[in-house]
């Protein structure tokens, strides 16, 4: 089976005032269907442009990145836009969740793009929350939400869509550790379930809920490995 | 409805959903903003309404002259050429030849007119008397509302008769009926015979303030420092002419006719002007256009700058709402997604603008035409044009920002805070 991602000699370089920033230098990594990985290194080791390019909102400079086996450098903005919105469900530090909006007017965003009709998004979107143990803050703006219920809700928004891969960029930055533990046990139980999960972190804890941890330095991939004692919510 | 237009459609209605959502998060913001598109949207109903109102008075005064009519005056003709020093002649004997030469005539009211003093016991007032002739009625259109009109026999000997306007009646005699009561026209007594039907007034001219006596008591008792020189001069004819005659022709015809009565040879200058109706109408209609034109055009600079304020107010909206712009593209929105979200925002913002510029207009029509009896008409037609233009403005120049908002760089506008 063809991996569901597929990193060859992938480079991104950026300009940035007058010098030329490698800021993923030659990474050639295989994600399968069903893994669950942390990425982690430090700030500047490459981990969030890497990030961008398989969440499909950046382009490689070179080298080739397959996503779901479609090469992503050589789609159009709309294409790569289909993309995020059909395999990729995105989770974020910040919650990313529009104020003033309901939790299922939130959840349902995605599926506007995806061209649903109203009726089927709030089904869609209810059954979503439903999933997550939200069914009775439906009606909740984010203000009237905890943070892990905010999270939840993006992630009921990430999975509506049924999407291939869970990107999460640093999920529990904003939650304190009772809630991170929980948010990280909900990412598993979905693992379970089948959908592939890659989390961003910097904190080794959390990479460890995973099932294999790479580790970025300079643009590279120094460490890619099985995690031994892998901790579960 | 096919899928493919309902889902268009769904897709429209959830860019209104949300920008309603956005409005109304800024809301002290958006009545600020749509304010400048409701001043201009009302500036510019209101300058169309001014303008029709304009076309329907002319069109009214017009038409209380008599529809189908050429008016002949004795002034030289300028039109034609240069002005000469010639005096003006229009004739009794030259309204009759046109009555029996011109083709289409239904019939002639020659005319002399003079500001006159009226006095009643009790009450004195100026006004215009109009010597006529008994048709004077069938061409210009009007009927007695009470009394007689000018009869053969008054004309065929003068007599001292006279009828009145209704606002003329109204400020001699005041709700007493005036029919047979005596009036003094300069000093002269005459008998009021008549009332006339009221023919309301345009622009403010009061179009029931005169009298009518007999053209040959006019001439006899009547005569002022403005009447013409010779024994059967007019001052005025008006030739009314058969429906569905083209009054071009008979203008021509008429022309013909007193020039060769008057003797004017080739290349020379006519000594009377013939206007037609029609042409009363097109060069009213021309000037009414242009003076709408201009209230519109001024009008429409309130609207532009509410537009421009539509513009800032759009980019400011733009730089707050990066970081949900990322968070929908990463979604899945591309690039037209977004771009139609702000253009429908902007339109939104506009429309509610225009839709309150629309009432307010409504109302400040209905004042104006009740405190200055002056039509302000705003037609169905207007009302729509007035929205949709609204949303057009707001298309137009939430464009900038529109396109602005969807070229963002995702993980740019993910990013900002």
Redesign the interface.
């Given at each position: 089976m063809t991996p569901l991602l597929e990193a060859r000699e992938l480079r991104k370089e950026y300009a940035l005032g007058g010098e030329v920033v490698r800021a993923v230098d030659g990474v050639d990594l295989d994600i399968a269907h069903g893994e669950f990985v942390a990425i982690m290194g430090a700030s500047g080791s490459g981990k969030s442009t890497f990030m961008?390019m398989i969440?499909a909102?950046?382009v490689p400079t070179a080298g080739t990145l397959r996503i779901d086996g479609t090469d992503i450098g050589a789609l159009s903005?709309?294409e790569l836009?289909?993309i995020?919105?059909?395999k990729i469900g995105?989770v974020?530090q910040q919650f990313?969740l529009?104020?003033?909006?309901t939790a299922l007017d939130n959840v349902a965003?995605?599926l506007?793009?995806?061209?649903v009709?109203?009726a089927e998004r709030r089904a869609r979107a209810a059954r979503r929350l439903g999933a997550m143990g939200l069914a009775d803050r439906m009606d909740h703006t984010p203000a009237k939400l905890s943070g892990g219920q905010q999270q939840r809700v993006a992630i009921a928004?990430a999975l509506v869509?049924e999407p291939l891969l869970l990107l999460a960029d640093e999920p529990t930055g904003a939650l304190d550790t009772a809630t991170s533990e929980d948010i990280m046990g909900v990412f598993q139980r979905l693992n379970g379930e089948g959908i592939t999960v890659v989390v961003v972190t910097h904190e080794p804890d959390i990479a460890a809920y995973a099932a294999r941890r790479v580790l970025f330095r300079d643009g590279r991939v120094i460490e890619d490995a099985p995690v031994r004692e892998r901790r579960a919510a | 409805m096919s899928g493919r237009l309902?889902?268009g459609l769904?897709?429209w209605l959830?860019n209104v959903r949300i920008a309603l959502?956005a409005l109304?998060?800024n809301l002290t913001r958006s009545v600020l903003t749509t304010l400048g598109v409701m001043i201009g949207v009302l500036a510019v109903i209101l300058a169309v309404a001014v303008g029709n109102g304009a076309k329907v008075s002319v069109m009214e005064s017009i038409n209380a002259l008599g529809s189908n009519m050429a008016i002949v005056v004795p002034q030289p003709d300028r039109r034609g050429g240069q002005r000469t020093g010639e005096r003006g002649r229009l004739t009794e004997r030259d309204a009759r030849a046109i009555e029996r030469l011109v083709p289409g005539v239904r019939a002639i009211a020659p005319q002399l007119r003079s500001s006159v003093q009226l006095t009643v016991p009790g009450g004195r007032a100026s006004s215009s008397a109009i010597g006529v002739t008994p048709d004077y009625g069938r061409v210009a259109g009007v009927d007695v509302d009470i009394g007689r009109f000018v009869s053969d026999l008054d004309e065929r000997t003068a007599a001292r008769v006279a009828v009145l306007g209704p606002s003329v009646a109204a400020k001699l005699f005041g709700d007493f009926d005036p029919v047979g009561q005596s009036v003094r026209v300069n000093r002269v007594p005459f008998e009021v015979v008549g009332v006339l039907q009221s023919k309301g007034s345009s622009f403010g001219n009061d179009n029931d303030d005169l009298l009518l006596v007999p053209l040959s008591t006019a001439r006899q008792r009547l005569a002022s420092a403005t009447t013409p020189q010779g024994p059967d001069d007019l001052q005025l004819l008006f030739v009314g002419v058969e429906d569905g005659v083209d009054l071009r022709q008979a203008k021509r015809d008429m022309t013909r006719v007193l020039r060769d009565r008057n003797n004017v040879r080739r290349g020379e200058t006519s000594p009377f002007t013939i206007s037609t109706t029609e042409e009363f109408m097109e060069e009213s209609n021309t000037v009414t256009g242009v003076f709408q034109g201009v209230l519109v055009a001024i009008a429409s600079i309130s609207l532009l700058v509410g537009g421009i304020g539509i513009m800032n107010i759009m980019l400011v909206s733009v730089t707050e709402r990066t970081?949900?712009i990322g968070?929908?593209?990463?979604?899945?929105?591309?690039?037209?997604?977004i771009r139609n979200q702000f253009l429908v925002e902007a339109a939104v913002l506009c429309v509610i603008g225009g839709a309150i510029g629309l009432a307010l207009a409504v109302g400040a029509a209905a004042v104006f035409e009740s405190v200055a009896d002056f039509p302000a008409p705003i037609g169905p037609g207007t009302a729509v044009g007035a929205i949709l233009f609204s949303a057009l403005i707001g298309l137009l120049f939430g464009t900038y920002p529109a396109i602005r908002a969807s070229r963002l760089s995702?993980?740019e506008a993910?990013r900002s805070e």
């Amino acid at each position: 089976m063809t991996p569901l991602l597929e990193a060859r000699e992938l480079r991104k370089e950026y300009a940035l005032g007058g010098e030329v920033v490698r800021a993923v230098d030659g990474v050639d990594l295989d994600i399968a269907h069903g893994e669950f990985v942390a990425i982690m290194g430090a700030s500047g080791s490459g981990k969030s442009t890497f990030m961008n390019m398989i969440g499909a909102l950046d382009v490689p400079t070179a080298g080739t990145l397959r996503i779901d086996g479609t090469d992503i450098g050589a789609l159009s903005g709309d294409e790569l836009a289909a993309i995020r919105n059909r395999k990729i469900g995105f989770v974020f530090q910040q919650f990313n969740l529009l104020p003033r909006t309901t939790a299922l007017d939130n959840v349902a965003v995605p599926l506007i793009y995806a061209g649903v009709d109203a009726a089927e998004r709030r089904a869609r979107a209810a059954r979503r929350l439903g999933a997550m143990g939200l069914a009775d803050r439906m009606d909740h703006t984010p203000a009237k939400l905890s943070g892990g219920q905010q999270q939840r809700v993006a992630i009921a928004r990430a999975l509506v869509t049924e999407p291939l891969l869970l990107l999460a960029d640093e999920p529990t930055g904003a939650l304190d550790t009772a809630t991170s533990e929980d948010i990280m046990g909900v990412f598993q139980r979905l693992n379970g379930e089948g959908i592939t999960v890659v989390v961003v972190t910097h904190e080794p804890d959390i990479a460890a809920y995973a099932a294999r941890r790479v580790l970025f330095r300079d643009g590279r991939v120094i460490e890619d490995a099985p995690v031994r004692e892998r901790r579960a919510a | 409805m096919s899928g493919r237009l309902r889902r268009g459609l769904s897709g429209w209605l959830i860019n209104v959903r949300i920008a309603l959502t956005a409005l109304r998060v800024n809301l002290t913001r958006s009545v600020l903003t749509t304010l400048g598109v409701m001043i201009g949207v009302l500036a510019v109903i209101l300058a169309v309404a001014v303008g029709n109102g304009a076309k329907v008075s002319v069109m009214e005064s017009i038409n209380a002259l008599g529809s189908n009519m050429a008016i002949v005056v004795p002034q030289p003709d300028r039109r034609g050429g240069q002005r000469t020093g010639e005096r003006g002649r229009l004739t009794e004997r030259d309204a009759r030849a046109i009555e029996r030469l011109v083709p289409g005539v239904r019939a002639i009211a020659p005319q002399l007119r003079s500001s006159v003093q009226l006095t009643v016991p009790g009450g004195r007032a100026s006004s215009s008397a109009i010597g006529v002739t008994p048709d004077y009625g069938r061409v210009a259109g009007v009927d007695v509302d009470i009394g007689r009109f000018v009869s053969d026999l008054d004309e065929r000997t003068a007599a001292r008769v006279a009828v009145l306007g209704p606002s003329v009646a109204a400020k001699l005699f005041g709700d007493f009926d005036p029919v047979g009561q005596s009036v003094r026209v300069n000093r002269v007594p005459f008998e009021v015979v008549g009332v006339l039907q009221s023919k309301g007034s345009s622009f403010g001219n009061d179009n029931d303030d005169l009298l009518l006596v007999p053209l040959s008591t006019a001439r006899q008792r009547l005569a002022s420092a403005t009447t013409p020189q010779g024994p059967d001069d007019l001052q005025l004819l008006f030739v009314g002419v058969e429906d569905g005659v083209d009054l071009r022709q008979a203008k021509r015809d008429m022309t013909r006719v007193l020039r060769d009565r008057n003797n004017v040879r080739r290349g020379e200058t006519s000594p009377f002007t013939i206007s037609t109706t029609e042409e009363f109408m097109e060069e009213s209609n021309t000037v009414t256009g242009v003076f709408q034109g201009v209230l519109v055009a001024i009008a429409s600079i309130s609207l532009l700058v509410g537009g421009i304020g539509i513009m800032n107010i759009m980019l400011v909206s733009v730089t707050e709402r990066t970081r949900e712009i990322g968070l929908r593209m990463a979604l899945g929105a591309r690039r037209r997604d977004i771009r139609n979200q702000f253009l429908v925002e902007a339109a939104v913002l506009c429309v509610i603008g225009g839709a309150i510029g629309l009432a307010l207009a409504v109302g400040a029509a209905a004042v104006f035409e009740s405190v200055a009896d002056f039509p302000a008409p705003i037609g169905p037609g207007t009302a729509v044009g007035a929205i949709l233009f609204s949303a057009l403005i707001g298309l137009l120049f939430g464009t900038y920002p529109a396109i602005r908002a969807s070229r963002l760089s995702p993980i740019e506008a993910l990013r900002s805070e």
